[in-house]
């Protein structure tokens, strides 16, 4: 704890840092809340430093990306101190703090917000869509080509298979002869896996800003009205694909089950949910969208999903070496939860499209 302090202390905070207790549900950095002596609260996190190799790099992005913001939110008569993260730098006037190999960055911490683990209705994953879609548009004409890409080939899922497949190969901790039927799942995907790639590849989907890790819990919904209020974990924001960003929601919220949840029969695919999600992101930014993004929706969905438990199983294999997990088996379960919402949206495709087609 006095640790954590003293690295705390490195900031210009309001006063002295008194406690740092552990934070949120992220499953890459580690995360704490600060609190000083005049009652300041502030994020403090470690950056994960074996998955954003460039720590110095990132924060570059993360400046960027928050100085636009803010203006733009000023100038729509916002509150740029509660609607978007608040770099806070070191008494030398850095982004971050090093200490060894470690990073540390801090930010205001946004008060009276929660985050949900789970979706618990449908008013609120539709106003979870209209966030991620204004986030989408505010950053429209960012200028793409001044962002670092802070993980590289992050949404690419060819080459993502390509990984899962030397995971296999590997096999370090002797994990795949049971899993058969997860490598399974993947290989017959082999080819569906390259579909939004391949697309991007012969221009007939626009790389723009993306958000690139819209996860419900990656909002923070005001106390009181409930409404959201702030995107925040903008370390993957660089250019993507939109239908991935809408995609990635999907996965996360359209259900009612948690992302490691092990029961199976809890978890479905909510069409309900999806089409609340479709009004809300394509209300937002559909005007900015092309014919073929919105076409690719419901495949950005699959996608997205699809990636997601390749990456978790990849993980599992891996030895559990990528995404924190606080129980043996959890990733097995995380890609289990996917490869079930997987299936369900293969049957639910054609209602799917009309949906997408409803609000186009
Ligand atoms: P990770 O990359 O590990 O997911 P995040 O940046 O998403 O880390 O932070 C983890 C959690 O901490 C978020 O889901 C959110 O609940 C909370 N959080 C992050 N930044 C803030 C902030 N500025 N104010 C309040 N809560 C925050
Ligand atoms: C990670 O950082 P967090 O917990 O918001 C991951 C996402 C995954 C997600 C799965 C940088 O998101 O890509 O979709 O877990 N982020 C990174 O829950 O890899
Ligand atoms: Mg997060």
Same mark, same amino acid.
């Given at each position: 704890m006095s640790h954590f302090i003293d690295i705390a202390n490195h900031f210009q905070l309001d006063s002295g840092a008194v406690s740092a207790e552990s934070h949120g549900d992220g499953h890459i950095n580690d995360t704490f809340l600060l609190k000083t002596e005049n009652g300041g609260n502030y994020i403090l996190q470690r950056i994960n430093t074996s998955v954003f190799k460039n720590a110095e790099a990132l924060m570059n992005n993360v400046i960027q990306v928050t100085d636009f913001l803010k203006k733009k939110i000023a100038e729509a008569g916002g509150d740029p101190l509660r609607e978007t993260l608040n770099v806070i730098r070191t008494? #030398?006037?850095?982004?971050l703090y090093r200490e060894g190999e470690n990073y540390w960055r801090v930010y205001i911490f946004i008060s009276d917000t929660i985050t949900l683990q &789970?979706? #618990?209705?449908r008013e609120q994953f539709q106003a979870s869509a209209s966030a991620f879609g204004h986030f989408q548009k505010l950053l429209a004409d960012f200028p793409a080509d001044t962002l670092y890409e802070s993980i590289p080939d992050f949404h690419n899922t060819k080459s993502r298979y390509l990984d899962f497949e030397a995971a296999v190969a590997q096999d370090v901790c002797g994990r795949a002869a049971a899993v058969e039927k997860e490598i399974d799942f993947v290989r017959s995907r082999k080819e569906f896996a390259a579909v939004l790639v391949d697309m991007q590849e012969r221009g007939e989907l626009p790389l723009r800003v993306t958000h690139n890790d819209t996860k419900l819990n990656n909002i923070l919904f005001d106390? #009181?009205?409930?409404l959201p209020l702030a995107v925040v974990d =903008?370390? &993957?924001?660089?250019?993507? =694909?939109s239908v991935n960003d809408f995609g990635d929601s999907i996965r996360f919220?359209? &259900?009612?089950?948690? #992302?490691?949840?092990?029961? =199976?029969?809890?978890?479905n695919f909510e069409i309900a949910l999806f089409e609340c999600y479709t009004r809300g992101f394509l209300g937002e930014c559909g005007s900015l969208m092309t014919e073929n993004e919105k076409k690719m929706l419901p495949v950005g969905a699959m996608m997205m999903t699809f990636e997601c438990g390749m990456r978790f199983l990849t993980d599992y294999l891996n030895g559990d070496t990528y995404f924190k997990i606080h129980r043996q088996g959890q990733n097995l379960d995380r890609c289990r939860t996917q490869f079930k919402l997987v299936s369900d949206m293969e049957k639910a495709k054609a209602e799917m499209d009309r949906i997408v087609e409803k609000y186009c």
């Open positions: 008494k #030398e006037g850095d982004a &789970t979706c #618990e209705n106390r #009181e009205s409930g =903008l370390d &993957t924001v660089m250019p993507g =694909l919220g359209a &259900t009612y089950a948690a #992302e490691d949840e092990p029961d =199976l029969d809890r978890v």
